[in-house]
């Protein structure tokens, strides 16, 4: 993924800049982690490589910062639609790459203190 970016397009307009990404959380560090531990994961998907989930990953960071304040399961379904439309160069169907979208909500929510998706939360 050169510069760390992925072209979505959602709700009719590109986004290749990370604009909508949580603030006070950095992609790259997030980056980081995830390629040494994806395929530890749970959600990982035998025969599937980091530019498959990388897409994933970064689709999750940037759904965050643009539904921050609403929980995973709330916005789930235009997720799943949004996915299709802009997984980039991502093998996953949506089934695959829910997972990863999910974990780093999951992470994201836990960096924040006081942010609606941290594990535990009351939905």
């Known amino acids: 993924m050169p510069g760390g970016r992925v072209n979505l397009n959602v709700g009719g307009r590109a986004s290749s800049t ?3 990404a949580p603030a006070g959380s950095d992609w790259v560090d997030h980056e980081t982690h995830y390629r040494r531990a994806y395929r530890d994961a749970p959600y990982y998907s035998s025969g599937r490589g980091w530019s498959d989930y990388a897409p994933a990953y970064r689709y999750g960071y940037d759904s965050f910062g643009r539904y921050h304040g609403r ?3 709330e916005v789930e379904p235009q997720l799943e639609r949004d996915w299709a439309i802009g997984r980039a160069e991502s093998r996953l169907a949506w089934v695959e790459a829910r997972g990863a979208v999910r974990d780093i909500w999951r992470r994201i929510g836990q960096d924040k203190p006081g942010d609606h998706d941290l594990p535990g ?3």
Do not use: C, R, V, Y
């Open 71 to 73: 929980h995973f399961e």
């Open 121 to 123: 939360a009351h939905h």
């Open 18 to 20: 990370p604009a909508e």
